[in-house]
């Protein structure tokens, strides 16, 4: 071994080599043993897949979790060498050596995710935080090795690739592999209150809910000789290929729309809704500027979401609930925890009549205070299922904007249609999934023409 390498780092890799951990693929989906927390000492270390904004966010939450004993930043895995060492020391700067990742436990290249999932162990996390695209093969690939994993959203930017995620939520729930799922809003305590006060029946029913995002225009340019390479793709492609992200509606608005879900508890059996773009759009991606979906729950009550990207209009980032008592307000801008109940049907100031105590951390600590209590004290947690559902339903709406049809609950889940057909085995070679024009233009939805259901 190489002089000054860290012992216990060493200890780990013989006892991965000894069990076999380091053959790609080799236990199977349902086979492997159930994992507790259990290490050579009481550190959970963080794999930090895809080291994008989201990705060392989500790390700084993990490291600021308090009381919670040692966690760190064990190793990292991109395909950008330069973007993984400005995180990492973006990270140490604020973290120390918490976040002092060595050399040996960096990695590039489409395989990196293995090797950074290979060096953990038993109650450590595989943050799996790369765009929408790759998430069900990284996801997979943790659970199969006994891995607790942190998914980012959205988790899959297809129902093929939801459906390979729904797969593994009884793997993980069988062998208490811990999961969440970074649909944050979910652990705020003042949503949580607001959501006992409905279920108490203090609102009344619920027969309206209306959620909007809606903000300045963010187009892509044309790429010219970048257009048609695929890393290149994932990179400029982030929210303007559907293959990639999902596309920005669904990237942005999954969150609200998971908590309409979460409001009515239950999720929508049917969607409809309208798309278009800007006239003379120059936008050279796949989005449309506008979606406006209606959702319609089992009880025939409606959930209205609308999401919008224009320049010098009005902008909105909030959830309202209107019950037949009252309304709330569950969300406000930037998923912060804007809780309130009126007196009546008016969203004004001079009308509260209730506002439950200020939550004390942003919803994003929140979700990493449970997550790593959950494997501190070995409780179940696995968000696989509820997430993976709040993205159909949004997958949902998104079909029913770019076709222009009605889209039903059963249609997507019974939906294998993928994007892309060949995730497993990306390199830097593969031919990208879409190509642009010679101009530069990737192909977009039209009604009658589009399919993604």
């Given at each position: 071994m190489t002089e000054g390498i860290d012992k216990s780092k060493i200890n780990r890799r013989e006892f991965l080599k000894r069990s076999g951990s380091l053959a790609a693929g080799a236990a199977v989906l349902g086979s492997i043993a159930p994992v507790v927390y259990a290490g050579e000492d009481n550190t959970i270390r963080l794999a930090l897949i895809g080291c994008g904004g989201r990705g060392s966010g989500a790390v700084g939450d993990g490291l600021s979790v308090p009381d919670s004993g040692p966690v760190e930043l064990y190793a990292m895995a991109d395909l950008d060498r330069k973007r993984m060492d400005s995180k990492q020391k973006a990270?140490?700067?604020?973290?120390?050596?918490?976040?002092?990742?060595?050399?040996?436990?960096?990695?590039?290249?489409?395989?990196?995710?293995?090797?950074?999932?290979?060096?953990?162990?038993?109650?450590?996390?595989?943050?799996?935080?790369?765009?929408?695209?790759?998430?069900?093969?990284?996801?997979?690939?943790?659970?199969?090795?006994?891995?607790?994993?942190?998914?980012?959203?959205?988790?899959?930017?297809?129902?093929?690739?939801?459906?390979?995620?729904?797969?593994?939520?009884?793997?993980?729930?069988?062998?208490?592999?811990?999961?969440?799922?970074?649909?944050?809003?979910?652990?705020?305590?003042?949503?949580?209150?607001?959501?006992?006060?409905?279920?108490?029946?203090?609102?009344?029913?619920?027969?309206?809910?209306?959620?909007?995002?809606?903000?300045?225009?963010?187009?892509?340019?044309?790429?010219?000789?970048?257009?048609?390479?695929?890393?290149?793709?994932?990179?400029?492609?982030?929210?303007?290929?559907?293959?990639?992200?999902?596309?920005?509606?669904?990237?942005?608005?999954?969150?609200?729309?998971?908590?309409?879900?979460?409001?009515?508890?239950?999720?929508?059996?049917?969607?409809?809704?309208?798309?278009?773009?800007?006239?003379?759009?120059?936008?050279?991606?796949?989005?449309?500027?506008?979606?406006?979906?209606?959702?319609?729950?089992?009880?025939?009550?409606?959930?209205?979401?609308?999401?919008?990207?224009?320049?010098?209009?009005?902008?909105?980032?909030?959830?309202?609930?209107?019950?037949?008592?009252?309304?709330?307000?569950?969300?406000?801008?930037?998923?912060?925890?804007?809780?309130?109940?009126?007196?009546?049907?008016?969203?004004?100031?001079?009308?509260?009549?209730?506002t439950p105590t200020k939550d004390a951390y942003r919803p994003w600590q929140y979700e990493w205070n449970e997550f790593v209590k959950s494997i501190r004290e070995d409780r179940p947690h696995n968000e696989i299922k509820r997430a993976v559902y709040s993205d159909y339903a949004s997958l949902m709406g998104r079909a029913a904007c770019h076709t222009g049809q009605m889209v039903t609950w059963d249609q997507i889940m019974d939906s294998r249609f993928q994007f892309c057909d060949h995730l497993d085995d990306l390199d830097y070679d593969s031919e990208p999934p879409v190509k642009a024009d010679a101009e530069g233009w990737f192909p977009v939805p039209i009604g009658g023409q589009w399919k993604e259901v």
């Amino acid at each position: 071994m190489t002089e000054g390498i860290d012992k216990s780092k060493i200890n780990r890799r013989e006892f991965l080599k000894r069990s076999g951990s380091l053959a790609a693929g080799a236990a199977v989906l349902g086979s492997i043993a159930p994992v507790v927390y259990a290490g050579e000492d009481n550190t959970i270390r963080l794999a930090l897949i895809g080291c994008g904004g989201r990705g060392s966010g989500a790390v700084g939450d993990g490291l600021s979790v308090p009381d919670s004993g040692p966690v760190e930043l064990y190793a990292m895995a991109d395909l950008d060498r330069k973007r993984m060492d400005s995180k990492q020391k973006a990270l140490q700067k604020k973290f120390g050596d918490r976040a002092n990742v060595s050399e040996e436990c960096k990695f590039i290249g489409f395989d990196a995710y293995r090797r950074a999932i290979d060096i953990l162990k038993p109650g450590d996390v595989a943050m799996c935080t790369t765009r929408a695209y790759i998430r069900p093969v990284h996801v997979e690939y943790a659970i199969k090795k006994g891995i607790n994993v942190f998914m980012e959203k959205p988790f899959a930017p297809d129902p093929g690739g939801l459906h390979r995620m729904l797969e593994l939520y009884e793997v993980a729930k069988k062998n208490n592999i811990k999961v969440a799922a970074g649909l944050q809003c979910r652990h705020s305590p003042a949503r949580q209150a607001l959501i006992s006060k409905i279920r108490d029946g203090e609102m009344g029913e619920i027969p309206l809910i209306r959620a909007n995002r809606m903000a300045g225009r963010r187009w892509l340019s044309d790429q010219g000789e970048k257009s048609n390479d695929l890393v290149s793709q994932l990179a400029f492609g982030k929210i303007h290929l559907l293959y990639v992200g999902s596309g920005h509606m669904v990237d942005n608005l999954i969150h609200q729309i998971d908590e309409c879900c979460w409001i009515k508890d239950g999720w929508p059996v049917s969607a409809v809704g309208m798309g278009g773009r800007e006239p003379r759009s120059q936008d050279h991606g796949q989005n449309v500027d506008t979606y406006a979906m209606e959702f319609t729950y089992k009880d025939g009550t409606k959930a209205f979401c609308g999401f919008r990207r224009m320049n010098k209009a009005r902008s909105e980032f909030a959830t309202f609930i209107h019950g037949t008592k009252c309304a709330a307000q569950f969300s406000g801008r930037t998923h912060a925890a804007t809780v309130h109940m009126f007196k009546d049907q008016r969203i004004e100031k001079d009308n509260i009549s209730w506002t439950p105590t200020k939550d004390a951390y942003r919803p994003w600590q929140y979700e990493w205070n449970e997550f790593v209590k959950s494997i501190r004290e070995d409780r179940p947690h696995n968000e696989i299922k509820r997430a993976v559902y709040s993205d159909y339903a949004s997958l949902m709406g998104r079909a029913a904007c770019h076709t222009g049809q009605m889209v039903t609950w059963d249609q997507i889940m019974d939906s294998r249609f993928q994007f892309c057909d060949h995730l497993d085995d990306l390199d830097y070679d593969s031919e990208p999934p879409v190509k642009a024009d010679a101009e530069g233009w990737f192909p977009v939805p039209i009604g009658g023409q589009w399919k993604e259901v």
